[in-house]
């Protein structure tokens, strides 16, 4: 039988610390390296903890142990009896999974209204979802915050370096804590497309109701006098 290592309740309390500050620091669009594992790279699911300090999903490590007897990071020598169980770990695994899931949603509604934004009839006015909340122009390069709120880039960079790293609202925030919302970014410029057809549409019509109504006034003068001729030469080669 394994002896326990002394040392194992502080790798824990360490891994646990460590993990739940990287999860609350990270966007949800990114997957905090201390709950996957080193080895599948997928989310902790079984979680089982090294002597070192390093942590697996039991099933990937075991199956590691079959041909090699050594710790994947570590390279020391490792058996299945060295892994201990860390059920603690999955407490915030899960609930980083619960705030990427309820983020998802949130996105996916942000896109399907700027569908719908994107493809409106009238294009009078900007639509509140394409504006940014600090330039309160529209957006160019839409960036998201894990809470699902949009902004422009530069204008964001440029508030956020004015304010000492603080939101409108005076909320902590940095440029480190946004990334491109490029979904949003696609809808843009689908709004920008019809929109700019809507113009060139307005512009148009008028030039073409004018020259339509120019093309036809000569043609009905043409067409009269042509008829006119034709009626003179009729009776001029008439005899009598």
């Given at each position: 039988m394994a002896?326990?290592?002394p040392f194992d309740i502080d790798h824990k309390s360490k891994y646990l610390r460590e993990a739940a500050l990287e999860a609350n620091l990270s966007h949800p669009e990114t997957t905090p390296t201390m709950l996957t594992c080193p080895i599948d790279s997928g989310f902790l699911k079984d979680p089982v903890i090294t002597p070192e300090g390093f942590v697996y999903n039991k099933s990937s490590i075991l199956k590691w142990l079959e041909t090699k007897k050594e710790d994947p990071q570590s390279r020391k020598p490792l058996t299945a009896k060295d892994l201990q169980p860390f059920p603690e770990l999955l407490i915030i695994v899960n609930r980083f999974v619960e705030t990427q899931t309820n983020y998802e949603k949130l996105k996916n509604r942000l896109v399907q209204n700027a569908r719908v934004a994107a493809r409106q009839k009238e294009y009078?006015?900007?639509?509140?979802?394409?504006?940014?909340?600090i330039s309160k122009t529209l957006i160019k390069t839409p960036?998201?915050?894990?809470?699902g709120k949009v902004y422009d880039q530069e204008?964001?960079?440029?508030?956020?370096i004015a304010t000492g790293n603080k939101d409108e609202t005076g909320k902590k925030l940095s440029i480190d804590d946004v990334v491109v919302f490029d979904e949003l970014y696609q809808q843009i410029k689908v709004y920008n497309f019809y929109r700019k057809r809507e113009v060139q549409k307005n512009q148009i019509q008028p030039s073409v109701s004018?020259?339509?109504?120019?093309?036809?006034?000569?043609?009905?003068?043409?067409?009269?006098?042509?008829?006119?001729?034709k009626k003179e030469k009729t009776s001029s080669d008439m005899t009598y």
């Open positions: 002896t326990r290592n009078t006015e900007i639509p509140d979802i394409f504006l940014c909340p960036v998201i915050t894990a809470q204008a964001l960079s440029n508030f956020l004018n020259g339509f109504g120019f093309f036809s006034l000569n043609f009905l003068t043409s067409w009269l006098w042509g008829t006119e001729e």
